[in-house]
């Protein structure tokens, strides 16, 4: 079991601290970016890990967000989701963080870490739905990229 998550959490570490990936909702200004990830615990059939986001602002009003379900994608593979409930107010033009617990699907990823490792190529998305302003609207972000370990072998040197 142990052979699995370290992968995975790996794969996961790479892909945030890497990736600098932030989700743009279009016109109303909201931006959603992965800033810290840790790995919880682990089961034959999930890995939770504890991710941090960082919601910003770049209106002239605060922005009420009720709570916010994000989708974790690797290589067009729905690997796991989390949700947060806790309601935050994001200042206008400003920034806050929120930390929710996302559950990967190790059995999603079992057949194909070991290609995924040996290939240093990563393609990943992330789809997040925010409940946010009067009404709870629902305010649709996504991030999709490409993060390729070789391109950081010349930074070891």
Known sequence: MKSIVQ????????????????????????QVSLVNLSARE????????LFTVRLDNEGSEPLQVSGAVHKIYINGSYIG??????????PCLSSTTQT???HLRNWSMASRIRTLIESKRFEYRIDSVLYAGPG??????????????????????
């Open 100 to 102: 929710f617990t996302a």
């Open 136 to 157: 709870n609207r629902r305010m649709r972000v996504s991030n999709n990229g490409i993060l390729d370990l070789n391109d950081f072998k010349h930074a070891k040197q």
């Open 7 to 30: 992968p995975i959490a790996a794969i996961a570490l790479v892909l945030i601290f890497c990736s600098c990936a932030t989700m743009d909702s279009g016109p109303g200004g909201v």
């Open 81 to 90: 989701q989390g949700m947060v409930s806790e309601a935050v107010e994001v």
């Open 42 to 49: 682990a089961t034959v059939f999930e890995t939770s890990m």
